[in-house]
Nanobody, 115 residues
Framework: QVHLVESGGGLVQAGGSLRLSCAAS????????MHWFRQAPGKQRDLVST???????NYADSVKGRFTISRDNAKNTVSLQMNSLKPEDTAVYYC?????????WGQGTQVTVSS
């Protein structure tokens, strides 16, 4: 079982930056894929970014060029650097890990971008 804890959310103005971190309770080397999702009120939880155990990254079109996902295997963390933030980026951001048959979720961290 994997326990995930997100941190780093907050309130920023449009054009600002935030760095989200997700701490895992186990070595992320054992986790095939880690993701960041986000969910705005009343909306579907959407995939923002993915990073594989091999370091391959993918991004939603809406965040390409602005967000960067990364792993720190020694610290068992995955991060999401968010630059040039837009009001439409406002959401609760969730870290997700896939391991075997299971999908694990963090508690979420709120990101609010004002215009």
């Amino acid at each position: 079982q994997v326990h995930l804890v997100e941190s780093g959310g907050g309130l920023v103005q449009a054009g600002g930056s935030l760095r989200l971190s997700c701490a895992a309770s186990t070595s992320i080397l054992s986790i095939n894929t880690m993701h960041w999702f986000r969910q705005a009120p009343g909306k579907q939880r959407d995939l923002v970014s993915t990073i594989t155990s091999g370091g391959i990254t993918n991004y939603a079109d809406s965040v390409k060029g602005r967000f960067t996902i990364s792993r720190d295997n020694a610290k068992n963390t995955v991060s999401l650097q968010m630059n040039s933030l837009k009001p439409e980026d406002t959401a609760v951001y969730y870290c997700n890990a896939i391991l075997g048959y299971y999908s694990y979720w963090g508690q979420g961290t709120q990101v609010t971008v004002s215009s």
